[in-house]
Structure formats: C-alpha cells, structure tokens
C-alpha cells in the first residue's frame, strides 16, 4: 500500500496552467499504475489520465488529449498532471490514484489521495 497526497490545485484563468502532484509514501510506488480522476459535484469521480509503473505507458480522456500531461518521477516517488489551455470544464476536485495498472476506471485503484481542487472560473 502507498499514502496519496495531491498539492498544486487552485484557481486559474481560461487558457491558463497548473501543475498537480501526487506524493507518495509507502513502498514499492514504481509498481503502481497511477491515475489521475476528476469530480464535480452530483457526478461521479471521471478519468483523466494514467501512468504505467515505468512511465511508459500513458492513456487520457479525449478531452484532455493535447493539454495534459502526465508524468512520474519514482526515485521521488511523485506523480505529476500538467494542465494547459484550461477551460472551465476542467473545474472540479483532481483525485490521485495509484493501482495494479493505468487502468481507465477508478474500479481497480486501492489508494487514493484527498483530492484537491482546481476552479477555472467562466
């Protein structure tokens, strides 16, 4: 098992940046897929995008693609989502995860962070 904490959210204007990590403790991170998953409020936690353990393997949801990027960093043990051209459908709480694999559904990740929220104002 590994312990989760995202930093980075905030408020950004439309056609803005931030940059999220994750911050892992624990043992073994290389070998988590690691995901990125977004939740605004009376909707379900929706895919973002994930990492494979060596960071080679990357998949996004069609409305990221070209604007975000994931990354990692395990002799730090960080998972990273920049996030360019935001828009305010981009507007929610951004949960990390990490799991067997870079799954595209929350269902197989066991561990997940507190989230933190980013709002990009209309």
């Known amino acids: 098992q590994v312990q989760l904490i995202e930093s980075g959210g905030g408020v950004a204007q439309a056609g803005g940046s931030l940059t999220l990590s994750c911050a892992a403790s624990?043992?073994?991170?290389?070998?988590?897929?690691v995901g990125w998953f977004r939740q605004v409020p009376g909707e379900e936690r929706g895919f973002v995008a994930a990492i494979g353990g060596s960071g080679r393997q990357t998949s996004y949801t069609d409305s990221v693609k070209g604007r975000f990027t994931i990354s990692r960093d395990n002799g730090k043990k960080t998972a990273c989502l920049q996030m360019n051209g935001l828009n305010p459908e981009d507007t929610g709480v951004y949960y990390c995860?990490?799991?067997?694999?870079?799954?595209?559904?929350?269902?197989?990740?066991?561990?997940w962070g507190p989230g933190t929220q980013v709002t990009v104002p209309a």
């Open positions: 624990g043992r073994s991170f290389s070998s988590y897929g």
């Open positions: 995860a990490a799991g067997p694999g870079p799954f595209t559904s929350s269902a197989p990740y066991t561990c």
